[in-house]
């Protein structure tokens, strides 16, 4: 730091208490004054010392008219690093100096300048506009916003074809609807059953003790609801005499197999009615057209009588490989 410029040009004697202030000279001077005089500096130290010397710009005004009408306001000057140089020829003429530039704040070789970029010293100040002006916004294309992901490309998996797979929810169900050869049409469209049932499905109210639930503890109960000791050979005559009337039994065949229905009609969801139709005959069709879902076999495992034979063939059947 040039302490030795600045006793060369500031009077200590007549320095304000806060002279030592680097920003004290320049207090005194109208704010627009250093940067109108600092433009001119750095073209000052790329000419000649002579030319520097004569120069009004080479130094702050505060400079020009301090010394001349104010001697006691300290100035500095730009031109520090000739002032330099030239204590470093003159170091013997202390009194000399009075007459040199005020030094310049900072000096050219302090730490401030150090700091600072080489080309800092060359580059012409900032006007004011441009120091007051915000910083630069970023150019558009920094600012662009990151690309679109199409929300098609995030799911691979097809939809139409996992759709289609999908069972309706709350659509209508296959074979659901009203049940068939039951009566006209109903006048809606055939949206409603035509059946009056307690509720839309054709389900009737079960007596207590009869629900699905009971009906599966029955089938494991071991009881013998076929109603038969032997499976039988059953000829279609045969078929229709078990009608469950007149205190028979209720058979009927599905499959080429005959069952006992009679222990189920209680439990029938669909009511004792609507099971005994497809008593003494084949019940295929109507189950079907109802209920193809349900598993006639597995809700009628029990009750299995036997397999249905051509007309004339002897009654009875010894084993269940027959049956399969
Ligand atoms: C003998 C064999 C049959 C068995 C094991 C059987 C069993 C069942 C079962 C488990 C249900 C309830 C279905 C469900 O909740 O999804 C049901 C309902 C029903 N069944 Fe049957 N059924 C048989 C024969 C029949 C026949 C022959 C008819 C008509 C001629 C019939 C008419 C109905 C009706 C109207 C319902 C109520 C509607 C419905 O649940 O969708 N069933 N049956």
Redesign the pocket.
């Known amino acids: 730091y040039p302490p030795s410029t600045w006793n060369l040009s500031a009077p200590p004697v007549k320095r304000a208490p806060d002279s030592h202030s680097a920003h004290t000279p320049t207090q005194d001077e109208p704010p627009e004054e250093p940067q109108t005089s600092l433009p001119s500096k750095p073209d000052d130290d790329e000419g000649t010392p002579a030319s520097r010397a004569s120069s009004p710009s080479s130094t702050p005004k505060a400079a020009l008219n301090g010394v001349a009408d104010s001697p006691a306001i300290p100035t500095f000057t730009l031109n520090e690093h000739e002032s330099e140089t030239q204590n470093e020829d003159d170091e013997d003429e202390d009194d000399s100096e009075d007459d040199l530039p005020a030094p310049s704040f900072p000096a050219m070789n302090s730490a401030q300048r150090a700091s600072a970029a080489p080309s800092i010293g060359l580059m012409a100040p900032p006007s004011k506009s441009a120091s007051m002006a915000p910083p630069p916004k970023p150019s558009p294309s920094l600012m662009a916003p990151p690309p679109r992901i199409n929300p098609s490309n995030l799911r691979a998996l097809p939809t139409t074809s996992s759709q289609s797979m999908r069972v309706p929810t709350n659509g209508p169900l296959p074979n ?1 609807g009203p ?1 068939p050869n039951r009566g006209p049409p109903a006048p809606n469209g055939g949206l409603a ?1 035509t ?1 009056k ?1 307690p509720n839309a ?4 109210l079960l007596s207590p003790g009869h629900s ?1 639930l009971d009906w599966a503890n029955l089938q494991r109960s071991g009881k013998n609801l076929a109603g038969v000791t032997s499976l039988l050979r059953v000829t279609p005559s045969m078929l229709k005499e078990m009608n469950g009337r007149k205190g028979k039994p209720a058979w ?1 065949s ?1 499959q080429g197999k005959v ?1 006992n ?1 009679t222990p ?1 009609l209680p439990f ?4 004792e009615g ?2 005994k ?2 008593s003494g005959k084949d ?1 295929g069709k ?2 079907m ?3 193809p ?4 076999d597995n ?2 495992g029990e009750c299995v009588v036997g397999i249905m034979v051509p007309e004339g063939q002897a009654p009875g059947v010894s084993s269940l490989e027959d049956m399969d």
Do not use: C, D, Q
């Open positions: 659901r049940v059953p059946v049932t499905r054709g389900k009737v699905p009927s599905y069952y229905i189920y029938h969801p669909g009511g609507e099971l139709r497809a019940g109507l189950f057209e109802v209920h879902w349900v598993n006639w809700m009628l």
